[in-house]
């Protein structure tokens, strides 16, 4: 079923590269969007531009440098003639340290990204929407982990949490331009991200799908669903919200 008021926009997703962001860019064309397809990685962004040739427009972006992420909005704004819709999924998981031991580099290097290339995208993304006048809606990528703790993940959580934060701020203070600032919060998804938090060789998360209510890892597909929903005219009451989407993780 087809979302309101998706056919014509454009939207920029970063981390487009990933299993999530690959599928978040699929299914909004299938909407009818645009897409400024953006990622560190170039190589798959060229396979995702000639698959939807005319709908998705690659970039090349390093989000947490501010004059990349700007260029990145500009360029989308000016290919396809607005911005209209964000989801601001770019991000990298830590390796496995108890807080005691992580490296501060470790730290460092998960936050830079998680959290100030979230930042910088989303400042940018804002004062684009801002002068255009036409609202907008963004939805911020977190995770379950910025919702219960686990062990050898404090940068990753942390970080996913401090997204949280951002969003709602953001929601509070643009509701006046229009603009919907959501963030969903995934369980295991089956990227190639992700698989090796199922397999953590700690052993804390060993059988954890036993005790899910749906006991297996979602595909990128249906997170990227939920995605589209809440840019969506259909969520158009949704703003600042949390959304779990974990196969009942947080119950």
Do not use: W
Not at 4 to 26: M, Y
Not at 108 to 115: A, C, Q, T
């Amino acid at each position: 079923m087809s979302m309101r008021g998706l056919a014509g926009k454009t939207a920029i997703v970063t981390g487009a590269a990933g299993g999530l962001g690959t599928a978040t860019v699929k299914r909004l064309v299938e909407e009818g969007c645009n897409v400024a397809a953006a990622d560190v990685h170039a190589s798959p962004l060229s396979e995702l531009a000639a698959q939807f040739k005319g709908k998705v427009l690659e970039l090349t972006a390093d989000v947490r440098q501010p004059e990349e992420c700007e260029r990145m909005v500009e360029r989308a704004a000016s290919h396809f003639g607005s911005v209209d819709l964000l989801v601001n999924n770019a991000g990298v998981i830590n390796k496995y340290y108890p807080v005691a031991e992580m490296p501060v580099e470790e730290f460092d290097r998960v936050h830079s990204v998680n959290v100030r290339g979230v930042f910088l995208v989303l400042r940018a993304t804002l004062r684009r929407m801002i002068v255009q006048g036409q609202g907008g809606a963004i939805v911020n990528i977190a995770s379950v982990a910025a919702l219960r703790a686990n062990v050898g993940l404090s940068p990753y959580g942390s970080a996913k949490r401090a997204i949280l934060g951002l969003s709602g701020a953001a929601a509070l203070e643009n509701g006046r331009y229009g603009i919907r600032v959501n963030s969903i919060c995934p369980g295991f998804i089956d990227t190639p991200m992700l698989r090796p938090a199922v397999n953590n060789p700690s052993g804390e998360l060993d059988g954890i799908f036993r005790h899910l209510a749906i006991p297996r890892a979602a595909q990128p597909a249906e997170i990227a669903a939920l995605i589209a929903y809440l840019l969506s005219d259909d969520a158009s009451y949704c703003t600042g919200g949390i959304y779990p989407v974990d196969g009942g993780m947080t119950i």
